[in-house]
């Protein structure tokens, strides 16, 4: 398939069948498991070896629920493990169709990742970024390819939610686009197209709410768990706020935050001392063991 603006060859969505995984946290590590149950080869970068260790780990252990319930089979689960492999060098990166960057949401990261990242690239490869909020066109002008590079925004756990978002930056070509919304497609996820603006838009709502409950608990007006419980029963929210914050981690919530105040200027985006502090003593949620829960016992234990 021919690109329609500068001719250069570029890769079509049937000939994708690898796809290159920066970072082997909770969202990198997701993406690998749903590529390889898709069928694509996988190539998993992280920078030590402990944490891609511990993705890989997080990754069998999901598979192994899928088979315990029933969902697919041990020859499946094989399958799907055989078809990832890890490494610390970009080098892997040389044979992939695809490249999608899922490393903390840190601009100065995603950066110096980015420029260590496109000589090792085919000249055709797609790069695509599953940030929750930072600007595609920013990131996009790190790279070499500005028209083979937009936001492919996974949600959390990506094996179950359904959607990702699109995010085309200014110079994405429109193959680029068809290609990485046809690859969504084959994940079996539903797209939604948003514009190049802070935290796009399901973290550009669901920030601010949850922002606004730690302001609630700052405040005093409820406690952990009367937050998590109003949320939970009377919106019909699965998960409540503070739960949610904690599983998608405080860290990418305050980091997302600061891009919607910084990128908005409005001070409705402000976030929470209480947040903050929070990050400051490390306490990022779920994947640290604390946040506004304790999760060292058996069940979660609100701390405030
Ligand atoms: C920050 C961003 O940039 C964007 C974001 O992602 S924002 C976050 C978006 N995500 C959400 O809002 C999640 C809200 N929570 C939920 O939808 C649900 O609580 C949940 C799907 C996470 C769990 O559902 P549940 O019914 O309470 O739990 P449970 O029955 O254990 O799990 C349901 C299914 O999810 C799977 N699952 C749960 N957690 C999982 C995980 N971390 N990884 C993979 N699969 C998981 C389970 O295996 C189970 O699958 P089966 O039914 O096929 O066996
Ligand atoms: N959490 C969520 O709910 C969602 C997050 N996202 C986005 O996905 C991205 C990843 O988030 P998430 O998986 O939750 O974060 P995690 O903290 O779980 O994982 C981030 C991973 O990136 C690795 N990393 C950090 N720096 C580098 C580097 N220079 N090179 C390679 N790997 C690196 C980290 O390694 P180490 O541990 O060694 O630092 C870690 O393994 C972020 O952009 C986030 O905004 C998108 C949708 C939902």
Redesign the pocket.
């Known amino acids: 398939m021919l690109n329609q603006t500068d001719d250069r060859p570029i890769v079509g969505s049937d000939e994708i069948k690898r796809v290159g995984v920066?970072?082997?946290?909770?969202?990198?590590?997701?993406i690998a498991q749903t590529l390889a149950q898709c069928g694509y080869g996988v190539r998993l970068?992280?920078?030590?070896q402990?944490?891609l260790d511990?993705?890989l780990a997080r990754i069998r252990k999901n598979l192994d629920r899928g088979v315990e319930r029933g969902r697919i089979d041990a020859e499946t689960r094989d399958a799907a493990i055989e078809r990832i492999s890890t490494g610390l060098d970009y080098s892997q990166f040389g044979d992939c169709d695809v490249v999608i960057?899922?490393?903390?949401?840190?601009e100065a990261?995603?950066r110096?990742?980015l420029k260590a990242l496109v000589p090792h690239l085919r000249p055709d490869a797609i790069v695509a970024?599953?940030?929750?909020?930072?600007s595609i066109t920013r990131l996009a002008a790190m790279t070499d390819r500005p028209g083979r590079f937009m936001g492919m925004?996974?949600?959390?756990p990506v094996p179950v939610m359904r959607l990702v978002e699109l995010i085309r930056g200014i110079a994405t070509e429109e193959t680029t686009f068809r290609v990485v919304r046809d690859l969504a497609l084959k994940l079996g996820k539903t797209p939604a197209v948003a514009e190049d603006f802070p935290a796009f838009i399901v973290?550009r709502i669901l920030l601010p709410m949850i922002n606004e409950a730690v302001y609630v608990l700052y405040e005093g007006v409820g406690g952990v768990e009367s937050i998590d419980t109003a949320m939970k029963l009377g919106a019909n929210h699965p998960m409540g706020p503070l739960e949610l914050a904690d599983?998608?981690?405080l860290?990418?919530c305050l980091?997302?935050m600061h891009v919607l105040h910084n990128g908005l200027a409005d001070s409705k985006y402000r976030p929470c001392p209480l947040l903050v502090k929070y990050c400051e003593a490390g306490w990022?949620g779920r994947?640290v063991g604390r946040g506004f829960y304790d999760y060292s016992g058996d069940t979660p234990v609100p701390t405030r």
């Open positions: 920066i970072g082997a946290g909770q969202m990198g590590g997701g970068l992280d920078q030590d402990a944490s511990a993705g960057e899922a490393a903390t949401e840190d990261i995603k110096q990742i970024t599953n940030t929750s909020s930072i925004h996974f949600m959390n973290n599983f998608i981690g860290d990418t980091a997302v990022y994947k």
